[in-house]
Nanobody, 122 residues
Framework: QVQLVESGGGLVQAGGSLRLGCRASGRTSSYYAVAWFRQAPGKEREFVAI????????SYADSVKGRFTISRDDAKNTVYLQMNSLKLEDTAVYYC???????????????WGQGTQVTVSS
């Protein structure tokens, strides 16, 4: 079992930056691939970014490519999502998820955090 806790959300102006963290407890996070998803009000949950167990492979949704960077620090059991050049449409609750393999589908992840709100204002 692993527990995930997100942090770093908040209110930021368009064009600004935030760094989200996803800290794992229980089993070490290095056993898992980790992904970030987000869900805006009235919309379905969508994939944002993913990082492999080794950290050697990352992938991003087209909507955030070039602006967001996912990374991991296994010594701290934490995966980060650095979000730059934020846009109004990035406003959502952001969730991290962990699993044995890197999947684009959220339904395949057994472990989820509680979510952190990111609000981008004009």
């Amino acid at each position: 079992q692993v527990q995930l806790v997100e942090s770093g959300g908040g209110l930021v102006q368009a064009g600004g930056s935030l760094r989200l963290g996803c800290r794992a407890s229980g089993r070490t996070s290095s056993y898992y691939a980790v992904a970030w998803f987000r869900q805006a009000p009235g919309k379905e949950r969508e994939f944002v970014a993913i990082i492999s167990k080794s950290g050697g492979t990352t992938s991003y949704a087209d909507s955030v490519k070039g602006r967001f960077t996912i990374s991991r620090d296994d010594a701290k059991n934490t995966v980060y999502l650095q979000m730059n050049s934020l846009k109004l449409e990035d406003t959502a609750v952001y969730y991290c998820a962990a699993g044995n393999s890197a999947y684009y589908s959220g339904s395949l992840y057994p472990y989820w955090g509680q979510g952190t709100q990111v609000t981008v204002s004009s």
